[in-house]
T-cell receptor, first 112, second 121 residues
Framework: KNQVEQSPQSLIILEGKNCTLQCNYTVSPFSNLRWYKQDTGRGPVSLTIMTFSENTKSNGRYTATLDADTKQSSLHITASQLSDSASYICVVITWEGGKLIFGQGTELSVKP | DTAVSQTPKYLVTQMGNDKSIKCEQNLGHDTMYWYKQDSKKFLKIMFSYNNKELIINETVPNRFSPKSPDKAHLNLHINSLELGDSAVYFC????????????????????FGPGTRLTVL
C-alpha cells in the first residue's frame, strides 16, 4: 500500500534554532518527492521537488535530502524564523498517472 | 493577481442541503484538481480534470459532482450534505509536461487554492 509517514507530528523550537523533519515512504513506482509548506488557513505551497537521482536540494534556509534506497527524506530548516510556523507536508508522486500521496504533515511552531 | 482562487472561503450549512464550491485559475493550466483535507490534515485527491475531461475519479460518493465549464474553472457540487463531509476542500491546477519519451511527465507542479472550510451541522 502506498503510504507516506512523517515525524514528528508536531515540533516546537525557539527562533533562530535549526530543526529537521523526517519523511518515510512506501510508494512505488516512485517519480519524485516534494515538500510543501502549509500556513494556517492557506493552501500548500511547494518548497522543493526532488527526483530519484537527486540527493539534496536547497531553497533558501530549507534543505531537503532524499535517500531513494532507504525511501527516506528529510527537510532541514536553518536559523528558524517566526514565519516558519506552519505545517510541512511530504508528498510522493507515482509514475502511475502522477498520483500524489500525501503525508499527514509535521506541525512546526517557532517561538520567540 | 491570485493564481488559484476558491469561493467561498467558509461554508456552514445544514445536513441534507446541496452546496457548490467554485474554483478558478488564471495560470493557463490544462489540469485542475479537487482535494479533501480531513481533520487529521491528510490531503486526498477526489477528482482531476484535464481540458474539461475527467481523468481521475477516486472513490468519492456520487453525491459529489465536479463540473468544468472551461479549462480555467472546476466547480464542486455536493448533494445531500452529511456530517462527514465537513473538511477543508482545496482546488489545485497544474500544467503537465511531456517526459522524454513523449508521455505526460509526473513532474508537473501543482498550485493550490486557499481552501474552502465546509462545516456541516
Amino acid at each position: 500500500k502506498n503510504q507516506v509517514e512523517q515525524s514528528p507530528q508536531s515540533l516546537i523550537i525557539l527562533e533562530g534554532k535549526n530543526c529537521t523533519l523526517q519523511c518515510n515512504y512506501t510508494v512505488s513506482p516512485f517519480s519524485n518527492l516534494r515538500w510543501y509548506k502549509q500556513d494556517t488557513g492557506r493552501g500548500p505551497v511547494s518548497l522543493t521537488i526532488m527526483t530519484f537521482s537527486e540527493n539534496t536540494k536547497s531553497n533558501g534556509r530549507y534543505t531537503a535530502t532524499l535517500d531513494a534506497d532507504t525511501k527516506q527524506s528529510s527537510l532541514h530548516i536553518t536559523a528558524s524564523q517566526l514565519s516558519d510556523s506552519a505545517s510541512y507536508i511530504c508528498v510522493v508522486i507515482t509514475w502511475e498517472g502522477g498520483k500524489l500521496i500525501f503525508g499527514q504533515g509535521t506541525e512546526l511552531s517557532v517561538k520567540p | 493577481d491570485t493564481a488559484v482562487s476558491q469561493t467561498p472561503k467558509y461554508l456552514v450549512t445544514q445536513m441534507g442541503n446541496d452546496k457548490s464550491i467554485k474554483c478558478e485559475q488564471n495560470l493557463g493550466h490544462d489540469t485542475m484538481y479537487w482535494y479533501k483535507q480531513d481533520s487529521k490534515k491528510f490531503l486526498k485527491i477526489m477528482f482531476s480534470y484535464n481540458n474539461k475531461e475527467l481523468i481521475i475519479n477516486e472513490t468519492v460518493p456520487n453525491r459529489f459532482s465536479p463540473k468544468s465549464p472551461d479549462k480555467a474553472h472546476l466547480n464542486l457540487h455536493i448533494n445531500s450534505l452529511e456530517l462527514g463531509d465537513s473538511a477543508v476542500y482545496f482546488c489545485a491546477s497544474s500544467q503537465p509536461r511531456l517526459g522524454t519519451s513523449g508521455t505526460i511527465s509526473s513532474y508537473n507542479e501543482q498550485f493550490f487554492g486557499p481552501g474552502t472550510r465546509l462545516t456541516v451541522l
